[in-house]
């Protein structure tokens, strides 16, 4: 129905039998601990609201009323054009039920007519059910495996990731520090090495302490070890007996 330009949904209500046994105070009370629910009370009724949704003019659109009197409930609620009749029953029903086990102790239902009309509702669900229907839902429900499959392989190779860049970041740091002490290593030139042994050896009576000589210039034992070799293959150098 189109009301100065706008979309006003079907509404449904029902009645079913019930009975006071505590206050319609106390009914609002709990209500009002319920998220979004909406109460008020007065000597003969307590009213629960829930608005999902309003239209462009801010009055409700999608909402749902549970009205309780001395001996009855009223369930009106909004059923939208693009939404399942028996989808919007099913739903409300759903919210009233776990609304009445909340308040077992201040009101009493009455489960038959209660219950015929869940059966009522639930074999329209069902019969509605086509095979086309029941196939897509196979479907989704193998396609909701494999989701599920392929977010645990996501997780798995997310930590491996994190794992393979701590290992990457490690390296990185080692592959610093070898840089750093080849960088020391090459320094010197073989011709200024030989000139600071030659030194050297002026300076300490003839003789090389090789492993002072190295922790003095910042260099690897080999490395001078290395250019002794060659000092003495090229005569600067004479080994003692």
């Known amino acids: 129905m189109v009301e100065e330009g706008i979309i006003t949904p079907k509404v449904e209500k029902i009645e079913i039998s019930g009975k006071l046994i505590g206050t319609f ?11 979004f629910y909406a109460s ?24 749902y009323l549970f009205i309780f009197h001395p001996n009855t409930i009223e369930i009106i609620y909004s059923i939208p054009n693009d939404i399942s009749e028996t989808m919007r029953r099913a739903f409300v029903l759903r919210n009233l039920s776990s609304f009445l086990s909340s308040i077992s102790d201040l009101y009493e239902i009455d489960k038959n007519t209660f219950l015929q009309y869940v059966d009522s509702t639930l074999d ?15 479907k989704y429900d193998s396609l909701l495996s494999e989701y599920r499959a392929i977010k645990r392989l996501n997780i798995e190779l997310s930590a491996s990731n994190r794992n393979l860049a701590l290992q990457s970041s490690e390296l990185s740091e080692e592959n610093k520090k070898l840089n750093e002490i080849l ?12 000139s ?12 090389i302490d090789i492993e002072e000589f190295a922790k003095t210039y910042n260099l690897t034992p080999p ?6 070799d060659k000092m003495v293959s090229k005569g600067y150098l004479e080994m003692r007996e």
Do not use: C
Not at 183 to 194: C, G, I, V
Not at 223 to 228: G, N, P, S, T, Y
């Open 183 to 194: 960088t020391r290593l090459q320094k010197y030139s073989d011709e200024s090495l030989m």
């Open 196 to 207: 600071m042994v030659e030194d050297w050896i002026m300076v300490h009576g003839s003789s």
């Open 223 to 228: 490395r001078v070890e290395d250019i002794l």
């Open 124 to 138: 329209k669900l069902l019969s509605g059910i086509s095979l086309n229907y029941s196939t897509l839902f196979n």
């Open 40 to 63: 008020s009370s007065s000597n003969d009724s307590a009213t629960i609201a829930m608005v999902e949704s309003r239209n462009i003019k801010k009055q409700p659109y999608l909402f």
């Open 25 to 35: 105070d106390g009914i609002k009370d709990i209500a009002s601990k319920v998220p």
